[in-house]
Nanobody, 122 residues
């Protein structure tokens, strides 16, 4: 079992930045890959980014590439999502998830956090 708790969401103006955190517990953090997903109003949940257990490989959705950065600190059992140059279309509930790289890229995971709201608006 893995427990995931996101934090760091909020209201930000277009062009601004936020850093989301996801704290994990329950299993050795360095033994699983981690991903971020989001679900905007009236939309299906979509993949945002994934990072391997060592942090050596990352992959991003085209919509966030060059603006968002996923990272992890295995000593703190935490994965981060640094979001820069935010746009109104980035408004969504952001979720972290744990599992395997390939499954996470396809949007599948057995463990999800409760989500944190990000609103980009002037």
């Amino acid at each position: 079992q893995v427990q995931l708790v996101e934090s760091g969401g909020g209201l930000v103006q277009p062009g601004g930045s936020l850093r989301l955190s996801c704290a994990a517990s329950g299993r050795t953090f360095s033994t699983y890959d981690m991903g971020w997903f989001r679900q905007g109003p009236g939309k299906e949940r979509e993949f945002v980014a994934v990072i391997t257990r060592s942090g050596g490989i990352t992959y991003y959705a085209d919509s966030v590439k060059g603006r968002f950065t996923i990272s992890r600190d295995n000593a703190k059992n935490t994965v981060y999502l640094q979001m820069n140059s935010l746009k109104p279309e980035d408004t969504a509930v952001y979720y972290c998830a744990s599992g395997y790289y390939g499954r996470l890229r396809r949007g599948s995971s057995d463990y999800w956090g409760q989500g944190t709201q990000v609103t980009v608006s002037s």
